[in-house]
């Protein structure tokens, strides 16, 4: 094909452009190359990793199954998992662990002992940032230590978390490996080939590998539908502030005067700002408890104290980050997207 006609590349931190790219059992090279970037300062480079499924059957009759995104093992039998995901989710922390939980057991078959177990790691690569973190660092890694002497209890549970937005450096100050993957990662498909080559062969090969997969129609229609529902998330968030804000207030004070200023401030808010705010909108939260105090000293007939501003203002910033989303396919937007060139 012409260079003139090639189309443009697809973004690598698309998912199913992920999993084409560094899941294919038949170049399992990428994916080596990728982990031992991300995992430079955690162990010792690993020599061959072989791709694995990534559906876990259910341990009981009629469980469901658990479908990871990309599974490997390497020459030591230690297993990685790694994940991406684009959009927030809720109680992202279990459900990483979850995902680790699941793969971690499944090694252990009817009559294995316990000393059979390897070491498991979980990567997850997000597309959003943690509001709880505020030190700006990109990679985050968690085990299993002693609250008091900092031990590590064991090295079979590790688990990666990189916040992609974090990552902000430039083409010319990428240093270790592990810049140089995540900078092709966030821009393989805006690099020439020729920048990708700088960054090393594997990395060149990567890029060359994009080029090709994205002129499958496929694989465009599917990173096409992954970009529509982003865009369709991000412009559904001023309608979910508003009914969060609402619904917040509206059950935070009918829970609250029922209840009264003691049970009120523990149960009405948290039960009424629960489900209001569950969404994680933090400009609900505010304006949401500021509303409630106001409407708490109207009705008391006083204002209320430091103490009672303070145990509500704590109530409030204890609620945890949730979102619930719905959405339906456009379906002018997809046919006009099937008759392009």
Known sequence: MPPD????KLEPKYD??????FGDKHEPELLLSLLNALL????????????????LPGQFVDNKTTLLDLCATDERGRQYNVEVQLSRKAAYAERALYYWARLFAAQLKQGHLYT???PTIGIHLLDWTSPTRADGSFHHSFHITDDLTGRRL??????????LPRFNLALEDLGSDEDKWLYFIKNGHTMTHKQAQNLGAPIGRAEQKLAHMSQEDVLRFQAFMI?????????HIPDLEAEARQRGLEQGLEQGLELGLEQGLEQGLERGLVQGLEQGLEQGRAEGLHLVLLMWERSLGRPLSQAERDHLKDAAHSLEHLGRMAFERDKDEIEGWLKAP
């Open 16 to 21: 199913v452009v992920f999993l084409s790219l």
């Open 154 to 163: 064991t090295d079979h549970l590790s688990l990666h978390i990189l916040e």
């Open 5 to 8: 006609t090639l189309k443009p």
């Open 227 to 235: 970009d529509k529902r982003l865009r369709d998330e991000a412009n």
């Open 116 to 118: 059979e177990l390897r």
């Open 40 to 55: 430079a300062d955690h162990q010792p480079p690993m020599v061959a990793v072989e791709i694995t499924p990534t559906r």
